[in-house]
Structure formats: structure tokens, C-alpha cells
């Protein structure tokens, strides 16, 4: 079993919302993410999703976006983005799932989860994030306070996935990964994300929402470097756009 991630797939298949119009790297965006995803996953491993699936408003029309990634290979775990704002609370969430027949999709809000890979076993924590002080965006009376509750949910799901970990026995105990739709920085990297995302030895943080980038762009992005590493905690951005479509393998 491996576990691969990809992020803001931006489905559009019940609503009129091409994504070729933000550019090359949108064309045909789908087929080349569903040819690298069935070329690359088995049905045993899992995929993780931090958000952006699909621009429908209302949950039942997010269903034909949701059908194309459940009949994907592989378990599903989607986290939420910006952007899903047919997203809706868990247990009405898991009602549709079971209604529609997508069983292969979980949906993960804040949380903390623990998934076989390569013998070990391990952590996964997730959560939305938010704007960071710093960002062009980013407005003291309006951002702070979601600020704030964001990263005290990361606490929280990095907490719990403490708690897996210390469950498993050691030799089969592995590394914690954390998933965020936002980034957890940007210009200013010390944020209280990355305090705690690196106070918890995780091994890696993905993310997604950062979108616009050429082959040029991406060969000289620094904070977005999949390369980019921070006390021990590498960063990886994994828009689908910044990875030609292409799943990222996070565990093996």
C-alpha cells in the first residue's frame, strides 16, 4: 500500500466553470490527471486531497465532480478547501457518500486518522488553514480571529494524531503527515502553523489553494519548492497545475 497526494482538482462537471481559461496548464486538466492516477495508483493504496474538488455550490450538485474522483483507483480523503462550498457538515456528508454510492471517499475536517503504508503505520492530520499576517490579503479585522481558530484546529488534529502514533507499537509506528488547503506561510515563514507543524516532528506538510505557475515559476518558486525543507518538516505544494497533473507519493 502507498499513499499519494494531489490537490484543487477544481471539478467542474455539472457547472459551467472551465479551468482552461486560467491558462495551458488547465487544458484537459482532468483527462491528464485521471490518466497519471489510474497509471499510478492500485485500489489498495490511498490518495489525500486537501481541498478544491469541485465548484459546485450545493452538495447534490458537487455529485458527478465526487462520482469522477470515487471512480478513481484507490481510498479517497478529501479535506476541505475555499473553495467547496458544497461542503457540508460530516454527518449530512456521510449521508450523500452512502446515498450516492461513493464509498470510496472519506471526508476528514479537522482531524487526525492513522493509514497502513509500507509496514508502518501512519499519522495523518488535516485541516483547512487560513491566510496567514503577512499575506497581500490578509486583514487584521476580518482574517485574525479565523487565523487563530484555524491553527488551534491544527493543534488539536496533530494532538490527536500524537495519541495514534503512541498506540502503534514502535517497530511499526511511522511518521505523521500533515495536509492543509492553505499554506501554513508565506512571506513570513514562522507562522503558529509551522510552530506546530514542526514542534511535531512532522516528516512532511502538503498543501494546495497556490495556483498560476509556469515550467519557469516552478523551476525557481522557493517557498513552494517541493524541496523546501524547515526543521526537519519538508513542504510540499501539490495544486495539481504546480504538478502537471501528476500525483505526488508521500508514503511507500
Known amino acids: 500500500m502507498a499513499i499519494y497526494t494531489i490537490s484543487d482538482l477544481h471539478l ?37 486531497l486537501p481541498g478544491d474538488h469541485s465548484w459546485a455550490l450545493r452538495t447534490q450538485d458537487a455529485a458527478e465532480d465526487l462520482r469522477f474522483i470515487h ?22 456528508m456521510d449521508a450523500f457518500k452512502n446515498e450516492n454510492g461513493l464509498d ?30 503577512g499575506d497581500n490579503e490578509y486583514k487584521v479585522s ?36 500533515i495536509f492543509m488547503h492553505y499554506p501554513p506561510f508565506n512571506q513570513q515563514i514562522d507562522t503558529l502553523f509551522t510552530q506546530y507543524i514542526e514542534s511535531s516532528n512532522a516528516a512532511a506538510c502538503y498543501y494546495g489553494h497556490i495556483h498560476g505557475f509556469s515550467a519557469t515559476d516552478r523551476a525557481k518558486a522557493h517557498r513552494t519548492n517541493v524541496a523546501l525543507k524547515e526543521n526537519g518538516t519538508l513542504y510540499s505544494l501539490v495544486s495539481c497545475d504546480y504538478t502537471s497533473n501528476k500525483l505526488i507519493k508521500v508514503a511507500d
Not at 27 to 40: D, L, R, V
Open 71 to 92: 471512480d478513481l483507483p484507490g481510498k479517497k480523503i478529501l479535506l476541505k478547501g475555499n473553495h467547496d462550498l458544497w461542503w457540508s457538515t460530516s454527518r449530512k
Open 142 to 177: 476580518e482574517d485574525e480571529k479565523i487565523y487563530i481558530r484555524e491553527a488551534g484546529r491544527l493543534a488539536s488534529s496533530i494532538n490527536k494524531a500524537a495519541k495514534l502514533l503512541e498506540s502503534v507499537s514502535p517497530s511499526e509506528r511511522g511518521n505523521l503527515y
Open 12 to 48: 467542474s462537471f455539472s457547472t459551467d466553470k472551465p479551468m482552461n481559461i486560467f491558462g495551458g496548464a488547465w487544458n484537459n486538466h482532468t483527462e491528464y490527471i485521471k490518466e497519471n492516477w489510474q497509471e499510478t495508483v492500485k485500489d489498495e493504496d490511498f490518495v489525500i
Open 104 to 133: 470510496s471517499i472519506s471526508f476528514m475536517y479537522n482531524d487526525s486518522i492513522l493509514l497502513p503504508s509500507g509496514g508502518k503505520m501512519h499519522a495523518i492530520a488535516g485541516t483547512r488553514g487560513w491566510l496567514c499576517p
